[in-house]
């Protein structure tokens, strides 16, 4: 399905006005936006919304992305959310929907910490959410704390086990414990929350496994 509506005439000119370099970064690349894409396409057979909406919100949302090091880099979703509304309007993108794509970018930030207002916003912060859990969730938190030059566990307390704080900006499996599990209690819509649980399980096994090994 996803193949099929990338090749429509409207993506093929919003994908022509995408700043060369806004996939650079392996954790937020072109895949990762159609795998976002994806998860929205399948939590919306159960809950609704516009797909066109969301693929292009998907194609979008990363495309003014600062790096996670950068001190602003919460305003990354902001920033995409600018840059979209002059792609979308160059190319007389309806008004009505326009407004719904926007309000799923600006949202889909975990660190920006808006709300969405719309039912593809709900979507769309879910399906973004997702692609942080599973084994895919797993790789893109490695990938992302390299760019910390973090290590990748507490020597003293790997597991936070004896009162340690998380800090996911010094240690990569922090960032399990800071943020990732959290997610599943924010998912906006029942079927990502479905999603998310069954996904954190796997990392919570994975977890395991490397306590084992270290």
């Known amino acids: 399905m ?6 429509q005439n409207t993506f093929q000119k919003i994908y022509k006005k995408i700043p060369k370099n806004s996939f650079e970064n392996s954790a937020h690349d072109f ?4 795998r976002v894409a994806k998860n929205a396409i399948e939590i919306s057979k159960y809950e609704g919304g516009d ?10 949302h990363d495309i003014k992305n600062l790096d996670k090091n950068d001190p602003e880099s919460y305003k990354s979703s902001q920033l995409s959310c600018q840059k979209s509304k002059e792609i979308l309007t160059s190319i007389k993108y309806p008004e009505e929907k326009l407004a719904l794509v926007l309000d799923a970018i600006l949202c889909h930030s975990f660190s920006a910490g808006f709300t969405p207002q719309t039912l593809e916003g709900k979507i769309f912060q879910d399906a973004d959410r997702l692609d942080a859990l599973g084994a895919i969730g797993i790789a893109r938190l490695f990938a992302t704390s390299a760019t910390f030059d973090s290590k990748l566990y507490s020597h003293k307390d790997p597991f936070l086990k004896h ?3 998380p800090n996911d900006k010094k240690f990569a499996v922090d960032h399990f414990f800071a943020k990732i599990f959290k997610i599943p209690e924010l998912m906006q819509t029942k079927t990502g929350k ?9 990392m919570k096994e994975y977890l395991k496994i490397l306590e084992s090994e270290v």
Do not use: C, M, P, Y
């Open 2 to 7: 996803i193949d099929s509506i990338l090749s």
């Open 31 to 34: 895949e990762h936006s159609l």
């Open 51 to 60: 797909t066109q909406v969301l693929v292009i919100a998907a194609l979008l």
């Open 163 to 165: 009162g340690r704080q």
């Open 194 to 202: 479905n999603i998310a649980e069954k996904r954190v399980i796997f």
